[in-house]
Structures are given as C-alpha cells and as structure tokens.
C-alpha cells in the first residue's frame, strides 16, 4: 500500500514492515543500505550494461545479484585429506611391497 505524505514523500507499508515519516528532515528508514569502496571502474560499467540490458537501475541490479548470490547455501567445507580420499576412491587402492626399515647411519664429517 502506498500514500502520499504530508510532505508528498511516498509512503510504503505493508503487513511486515513500515516506513514513517514524521517531518520531511526525520526519516526512519526501512531497509539497510551498503557502500562500496573503491569499485573498479570495469565492474561498474559491466554492472551498468547488464542492468540496462535487465531493464533496471544499478541500485537495482546490484541488489538482485546479491540476493541470488546469497540465496545458495554455503557448501560444507571438506577437510583435504577427506577431499583428496573421496577424489581418488574409485580408482580402488593400491598394494606397496613393504620395505625393510634399517637403522639410518649417520657420518659426522669432521
């Protein structure tokens, strides 16, 4: 549901959130915003293409690439050993003849 203020700011509540103004200088803010820094001029062109080509604004675009992104569960990080294990498990195990273990001598060179 949308209204005009009093201050003709456009208003917008709904079952689960709600935006009040009180005066056109106090303004509560419904959702979070975020700044980024140092934005490498190519990644913001490419994001300025890809929401012309989508049909929206930057702003826009920006948030539904963090929402999808966001929105696949992290995988569960593996221990490399476990990793390495499964990887290799298929090919089936190999058999090693055993060496004799010897006592290692070692020379001090004066």
Request: net charge positive; proline share 2%; with cysteine.
């Amino acid at each position: 549901m949308q209204s005009l203020g009093r201050f003709g700011w456009r208003i917008q509540s709904d079952r689960y959130r709600t935006c009040a103004i009180i005066d056109c200088n106090d303004i509560v803010d419904c959702m979070a915003s975020i700044t980024i820094r140092n934005l490498e001029e190519t990644t913001k062109r490419k994001l300025k293409v890809r929401a012309a080509i989508n049909g929206r604004s930057m702003e826009q675009e920006a948030r539904e690439i963090l929402k999808s992104a966001l929105k696949s569960v992290p995988k569960k990080q593996v221990n490399l050993g476990e990793a390495i294990h499964r990887r290799f498990a298929r090919l089936g195990g190999v058999d090693l003849e055993r060496l004799p273990r010897e006592f290692v001598r070692w020379v001090v060179a004066l």
